[in-house]
């Protein structure tokens, strides 16, 4: 499992900000040792507060730097203050939209595999949710809901419901697994674009909590097979519209801002590799598939090359999203770095830098710069608040 990145942030205590220099002294120059012992100060006018530390930290981690001058001392009330914070970055969430039909019983189609599918998808998903659950959070839906062990016919009232089996939430692999091993393959019918509508629904009620991106996982074996399902009316048993209904749910979703990638568990029959490339492409986040003859879904006949590229998708979406916990004293008058070299602000969101809130107290980083915190086993983010008088850009 990769350990992902911490922050160190510079802040400038917003009690002493107007005294980034000594009353009765000198101005001077604040640095840290690079060993957690604080620094020192030194006389001179218009000082700055260098890079030191590690990972451009100033002043080591926990480091307090007082500057009262070198001369002739200074008041203890007049210091510019600057204390170091942990902070974790802020993973995405991923809803697992997992379909339970019963003929994930069966085999893949025309190929020589004889695990059944649900055999396949299952080992490949645990290991893919442990693998990330520092990076990412995630929540679970299965579908349908229902299954013919209780006697319900395919589509029936209560296939789909508002029903999440386990709820977003940061640090729950655990629980999401659990959830995933707690489901059979006992469902009758596959009602998918009503599962996405109820999936789309609650990510909607979770904008107001926070900022971050979220996606949706699909993973599902054949062709949609119902419409219309709720939780107190049957659906319309339909393939052919079934499709074109799924497709628009996954459309619909991705013009909410939820991203979804579709895995196809087992499938090689044409028209399900068709109604599956559709929502592939809907999703926004297809497969390569520039050659015509590629699938744009990621297919899940082989369990070590559907958990590459399950792994895959994980880590590319896992965030550079960073809270700060506060709003800095002056919003343009800060340096982010990483492992010691600075980072651009780019307001185009290319590649730097910039805030993702309207309060100020989030940053993203984007572009090559967020591939190199995701790829790297640690890296140390740095932010750095300046003084009113002190640029620290």
Sequence with gaps: MKTFPTISIIGVATSVLLACSASSGPSGEAFGDGNGSGGSATSGTGGVIPEGGTGGTVGGTGGTINISGSSSGGSGANECGVRDYTLERKPAEVLL???????????PEMTTETMPKWDLIIPALVEVVNATGNSLSWGLKVFP?????????SCSAGSVTDTINVEIAEQNSAAVVAGINATDDGGDGTPTGDAMKQAVAYLESRRSLNEFNRYILLATDGEPSCINVTATSAGTQDSAQARTYAVSAVSAATAAGFKTFVVGVGTNKESAKLSLNDMAIAGGE??????????CFYLGNDRVKLTTDLLGIAQGISSCVFELGATPPDSNNVRVLLDGNKVERDPTRSNGWEYQDAGLTI???YGEVCDAIKAADAADVGIRFGCPDVDVR
């Design 97 to 107: 939209v997992l379909d339970r039909s019963a003929s994930m019983k069966d085999p």
């Design 145 to 153: 809901e229902d299954g013919p062990e209780e006697g319900d016919p």
């Design 286 to 295: 297809p497969a390569s598939c520039a050659n015509p003859l590629d699938d």
């Design 363 to 365: 940053i993203e980083v």
